[in-house]
């Protein structure tokens, strides 16, 4: 009787399932994919990097440098003025890799602010990346988050040149 239910069984025409193909389910999968990191990332923006996320995070699939062309290097630096995490005191202060956030000139904390448009011992280097962002038509005071946090890709050239100029490697 078994035997005879199991051949039976197979006879029946049951849909084939293993025709549809993989590829088809691509698309929901990247969509719920995409929210759930979309989720997940604005949780944490909330807690972790705060800064970046209030002054740089946008919901495009493709990042700031996509179709810009680019060094590697002037990406990474970007990215780390961006994020904040970069090798001056006071970031280094933070982690505790150096006991003091003051600058070598002793008078600020060293920040990218301070390097880019105060400290003394880079005087000379400014000079050129001012004279050169006023024909961009950017006037000074600058603070570097408004020219980082929606790129203006020449002037993030600028900067890299500049701490370059400095032997500065950020």
Request: proline share 4%; aromatic share 10%.
């Amino acid at each position: 009787m078994a035997d005879t239910l199991a051949k039976n069984g197979t006879k029946k025409n049951y849909p084939n399932f293993s025709k549809i193909p993989f590829t088809d389910f691509y698309e929901k999968i990247q969509k719920l994919t995409y929210a759930s990191t979309e989720r997940q990332l604005t949780s944490q923006g909330q807690i972790k990097g705060k800064k970046y996320f209030n002054m740089s995070y946008n919901k495009s699939r493709k990042p700031w440098f996509h179709n810009k062309k680019l060094k590697r290097e002037t990406i990474v630096t970007i990215n780390r003025i961006r994020a904040d995490h970069y090798n001056l005191a006071e970031s280094l202060a933070k982690i505790n890799v150096v006991n003091s956030p003051l600058c070598n000139c002793n008078k600020e904390v060293q920040n990218i602010n301070h390097i880019l448009w105060q400290c003394i011992l880079f005087d000379k280097q400014r000079e050129k990346l001012v004279k050169s962002l006023n024909k961009l038509k950017f006037q000074l005071p600058l603070c570097t988050d408004m020219l980082v946090s929606k790129p203006h890709i020449r002037s993030c050239e600028l900067i890299c040149k500049f701490l370059k100029e400095c032997k500065l490697q950020i």
